[in-house]
């Protein structure tokens, strides 16, 4: 069975319409998945990278196709390197202080009899 024209272009409609959803999706996916990145610095190579430095993409500029392998070799891997570098998570965030500082201690000043030497004698009971 054939389909007439419009109902050829309506279903193809239908499809693009289909790859746009899952073009946006992996996209929006990516996007939360990426945490590291970088660019060479002539532009030429992006790195995108996930939180534990493995590669998510990489994207080549028009003009990179402009360089010997050796020299796009070396600013992939560099740009690998600063992008992995750049999604390592930070160190550690100091542990947390106590809501209160403790108080210090208070100790009692020790007291020798010549503080109180003032002529008089006192006798202590102590209830014994």
Do not use: C
Request: aromatic share 2%; no cysteine.
């Amino acid at each position: 069975m054939t389909q007439s024209n419009p109902e050829l272009i309506e279903e193809l409609r239908a499809q693009l319409r289909t790859i746009g959803a899952r073009k946006e999706e992996n996209a929006r996916r990516l996007s939360t998945m990426v945490s590291g990145s970088a660019t060479s610095p002539d532009g030429a190579v992006t790195v995108l990278t996930a939180a534990d430095g493995a590669i998510a993409e990489v994207r080549l500029a028009e003009h990179a196709m402009r360089y010997d392998a050796a020299t796009l070799s070396r600013a992939i891997t560099a740009t690998i390197q600063a992008a992995a570098a750049s999604a390592r998570p930070a160190a550690p965030p100091p542990p947390p202080q106590p809501a209160l500082a403790p108080r210090p201690v208070r100790r009692r000043a020790q007291h020798t009899p010549e503080d109180y030497d003032d002529g008089e004698v006192a006798i202590f009971d102590h209830g014994r």
